[in-house]
């Protein structure tokens, strides 16, 4: 079964410094999530991604952020500054459709712990 | 505001119970509606769509009532490995899904 691969699986920072999130879609779906979870709590959607840009994005996705398909197969998820209320787990998806019923395949996550 | 509310649970069930979850969301333009699990520290997973008519997979059984905005679901047969978080989602646009906190299913042998 396809899958969606996310890495580093635990990836620790210290406050104020840069993450990247990698990721690597279903190699025929074309549109991409970033979705994240602080422990126990909600899922929270970020940010959609279609044809090489942003088609929709949460209040929470704001300047800190960033999103890039650099080269046809990854799919990154930039926090230029970390804050300690970034810690969460990140969790990227994919679906080969946006219609009413495409379900999302989600990675197994990245945790990640700002320190 | 909630927008997607789900009881928390846990619900503690013997196996081979029968188990139904509920859950209410507050968009009345909302598109579409799915039922996840979601194993501790897991990321979610796609259990089944919920379409207008209602349907069945299996053990499974999703039911939609656009009117009242409520989304149930129903495990029939319960076993052990349906122990896991089940996440109510409502997709809201074209491209985001919002979701509730979860019902928390415990099934005892």
């Known amino acids: 079964e396809p899958e969606v691969t996310q890495t580093p699986s635990h990836q620790v920072t210290q406050m104020g410094q840069e993450v990247i999130l990698r990721c690597v879609p279903i190699?025929?779906?074309?549109?991409f999530y970033w979705y994240r979870q602080i422990l126990g709590q909600k899922v929270e959607f970020l940010v959609s991604?279609?044809?090489?840009?942003?088609?929709?994005k949460s209040e929470i996705f704001d300047d800190q952020f960033s999103v890039e398909r650099p080269d046809g197969s990854n799919f990154t998820l930039k926090i230029r500054s970390t804050k300690l209320e970034d810690s969460a787990m990140y969790f990227c998806a994919s679906s080969g459709g946006q219609g009413s019923y495409y379900g999302y395949t989600f990675g197994s996550g990245t945790r990640l712990t700002v320190v | 505001r909630k927008e997607v509310e789900q009881d928390p649970g846990p619900f503690n069930v013997p196996e081979g119970a029968t188990v139904a979850f509920n859950c209410t969301y507050s968009?009345?333009?909302?598109?579409?509606f799915f039922w996840y699990r979601q194993d501790c520290r897991k990321e979610p997973k796609l259990l089944m769509s919920v379409y207008s008519s209602g349907n069945e997979d299996g053990r499974f059984t999703a039911q939609l009532n656009r009117a009242s905005q409520y989304i149930s679901l129903l495990i029939r047969d319960s076993k052990l490995s349906d122990s896991a978080t089940y996440l109510c989602v409502v997709k809201v646009s074209n491209y985001q899904l919002i979701w509730g906190a979860g019902t928390k299913l415990i099934i005892k042998p």
């Open positions: 190699s025929n779906h074309l549109y």
């Open positions: 968009n009345s333009a909302s598109q579409s």
């Open positions: 991604f279609y044809n090489n840009e942003i088609s929709e």
